[in-house]
Structure formats: structure tokens, C-alpha cells
């Protein structure tokens, strides 16, 4: 299948080349971190702070839940008294207990998903202090009720991975409604903010040339991508960048996150598979010398200074190994701000390669309605 570079100028006029309508779900960002937020302010979890503060916040759930997981772990960081667990899938550790505050979470609304009922029981047998969110009347409304649990219902409309601020939100509001430190008030208005940017900025209808997302797509095409972050923030933003990649475009990806990590990989640009390796019996001459990557260096100004560091010899590896780098930059005073503007942008480079690749997104996926 190749790569039509005409398709990304005429998406914004032309229904057909985004099927799914992920380009326009991709645009709500800023108002699923407003609505978020004003529902579970309101869904009465004073209950939360009245029962002190928990051991540990454990975040169960699959998929786009999970990730927030890992988001609410990022930006709350070392500062947080407690502990916070991500466990992906639908069993809780043996560990948990009546101390731990276990917030479970399904996006579905109308499927029968027994995995997270499952674990809404398993909490309450063992006398866990409990939250459920999802949307009004979600599979978690019922079971949440019958053990006395409460249930945030936020409104969530789409399909699961561009859902991810509502949920973070969430999470993060629901966190802070139980007494402990979170975001600060003004944080949410500036995400908020900075996604409109994006959504400004990376809009279908704004031509390639200036399009920084529609630029990205055009910069990876036909390459490997190859994402580091060496920063807690840009370390999140390069392993969603690698799985919306192929969630939407079916494109592989390679993504690093640690110092260390980031070293390995930037070793093995000079290896057999690129064109800075030595050559062997194996290249076939008439199809070039080895595969093409392109290195996308997400770069924090508030990153620690080993971390910069280490991300800045990456990027001298890179460029001695040959390979094309691209260089983004996170923007904003609030990890959470800076957060949401690289993968807003990201998010959007990766369903513009779908685009131009002519790739369906939504083939097997679950849409909720």
C-alpha cells in the first residue's frame, strides 16, 4: 500500500478518507478534560476524604484505563504520600486490602464487561475502600450500587483510545476528591487549553506545509520511527506515540523511555538492519541498504538534567549513525500541560499516516456509544 501525500490536503473535504470520524473525535480533547473534571466534581465523593487518607490508590483496568493509570502515576510523580499501582487486566493483587483505595474503571457503556464487575465484587469481599467510574448507567452503575460503592458517571462518547483525558481526568479528580495532593485547579483549565491549541494547530483543514502533525506524518512515512523521552512526561508521550502508531495506522514503531533504554536503542542504528551497519550475505543489493529510520527525540525543558543529557548524546548517536532526526518539544509550565500537548500532536500525526496510508483504524476495535 503506498503512502498518497494528496489525501492529508483533502481529508478536511472529503468524509471518506476519515471513516471512523477518529480526526473529529480527536478534537474534543479540551472538552473531555471540562466535562470530566465538572461530573466527578459533582458525583458526591466526599465519602472518599471522609475515610482518610488510603495506603496506596490502586487503578484497575484495561486498555485506555490502564494507560490513564500510568498518566495519574506521571504527573502526581514522587510528591504523592501513597503509593499509586496500575494493574492492567481484571485481577487484583494479593496485597490489596481494607487500607487501599481501589478505583475501577469501564468506558463501555451497554457490554457486558464481567472482568471489571468481577473486580468491583472481589474489592468489596475484601473490604477495600471502592470507586467505580464510568459512563451513566455503565456495566459499574449496578454492582457499584449494591456494595455501597460510589459511581462517578462521566460522559464518554467515542472510541476507547481517544478517550484517554476523559478518563485521566477522572482519575485525577476522583484522586483529589479522597484528600490527596493532584493536580492543581488551574492545571486542568491549562490542558484544557493547551488541546485546543492542537486541535487548532493540527486541524484537517489546515494546509500540510503548516500542519505540524500532517508534517510528522509526512516525516515518518516510508521510515522506522524511532521515539525517545527521557523525562517521566516524555517517557509516556513516546510509548503512546509507539502504540497509537499502530493502533491507527497498523505502523510499527520502536519507543524508549529511560536513559538507559534510550542508549541501547541509539547502539543499534549502527547495527546490521540500518545503513550505518556493516553490510552481510543477507542484503539484497536491489532493495537498499538496510531499513530507513527516523528518530523523534521528545524533549522536555523541565526534564532533570542527567535526563536531557542523556537524551542530547541520543540525538548526537543518531545523527552519527546516519539517521534523520525530528526534534519536539513540550510546551507548557504543568507536566500535565505538557503531557497533553505532545500527545495531542502525536495522536494526530498517527491518524494522519493513516490517512495517507489509506489504513482503516477502526477495523476490529470497539466503539462506544
Known amino acids: 500500500m503506498e503512502f498518497e501525500e494528496y489525501r492529508l490536503d483533502d481529508v478536511a473535504t472529503d468524509p471518506r478518507l476519515d471513516p471512523g470520524g477518529l480526526l473529529r473525535q480527536a478534537a474534543t480533547g479540551a472538552a473531555q478534560v471540562r466535562r470530566s473534571r465538572s ?7 466526599d465519602v472518599l476524604a471522609q475515610e482518610g487518607r488510603p495506603r496506596s490508590v ?3 483496568g484495561t486498555g485506555i484505563t490502564a494507560f490513564s493509570g500510568d498518566v495519574l502515576e506521571v504527573l502526581l510523580g514522587t510528591g504523592l504520600p501513597v503509593p499509586v499501582t496500575t494493574v492492567e487486566g481484571t485481577r487484583l493483587p494479593g496485597w490489596v486490602g481494607a487500607y487501599d483505595l481501589v478505583v475501577v474503571v469501564a468506558v463501555a457503556s451497554g457490554q457486558d464487561d464481567a472482568g471489571a464487575v468481577a473486580v468491583v465484587v472481589e474489592a468489596a469481599r475484601r473490604g477495600c475502600r471502592l470507586l467505580a467510574v464510568g459512563v451513566p448507567g455503565g456495566p459499574l452503575a449496578g454492582p457499584a450500587e449494591q456494595v455501597r460503592a460510589p459511581y462517578a458517571a462521566v ?3 467515542g472510541e476507547p483510545r481517544t478517550l484517554l483525558w476523559a478518563v485521566a481526568t477522572a482519575l485525577l479528580t476522583a484522586v483529589g476528591t479522597a484528600g490527596l495532593r493532584t493536580v492543581p485547579e488551574d492545571g486542568y483549565e491549562a490542558t484544557a487549553v493547551a488541546l485546543e491549541d492542537a486541535a487548532h494547530r493540527c486541524a484537517p483543514g489546515v494546509d500540510t506545509s ?5 508534517v510528522l506524518a509526512l516525516e515518518l512515512a516510508g521510515s522506522l520511527p524511532v521515539i525517545w523521552g527521557t523525562s517521566p512526561v516524555t517517557a509516556l508521550a513516546a510509548r503512546r506515540f509507539a502504540s497509537q502508531l499502530a493502533a491507527d495506522a497498523r505502523y510499527p514503531a520502536l519507543a524508549a523511555g529511560t536513559p538507559g533504554a534510550v542508549e541501547t536503542q541509539a ?5 546490521p538492519l540500518f545503513p550505518a551497519g556493516e553490510r552481510s550475505i543477507f542484503d539484497d543489493p536491489e532493495t537498499g541498504a538496510g531499513l530507513r529510520p527516523r528518530v523523534v527525540l521528545l524533549k522536555d525543558d523541565h526534564a532533570a538534567p542527567q535526563d536531557a543529557a542523556a537524551l542530547d548524546g541520543a540525538r548526537l548517536s543518531a545523527l ?7 526534534e519536539i518539544a513540550a510546551k507548557g509550565a504543568g507536566p500535565m500541560e505538557r503531557l497533553a500537548g505532545l500527545i495531542a500532536l502525536t495522536d494526530y500525526a498517527s491518524l494522519y499516516l493513516a490517512v495517507a496510508y489509506a489504513v482503516e483504524p477502526l477495523t476490529n476495535t470497539l466503539v462506544v456509544r
Open 39 to 45: 461530573a466527578v466534581l459533582e458525583a458526591g465523593l
Open 58 to 60: 490502586v487503578i484497575v
Open 155 to 157: 460522559p464518554l462518547s
Open 320 to 326: 552519527g549513525a546516519g539517521a534523520a532526526v525530528t
Open 210 to 214: 503548516t500542519n505540524p502533525a500532517k
Open 267 to 271: 547502539a543499534t542504528l549502527s547495527g
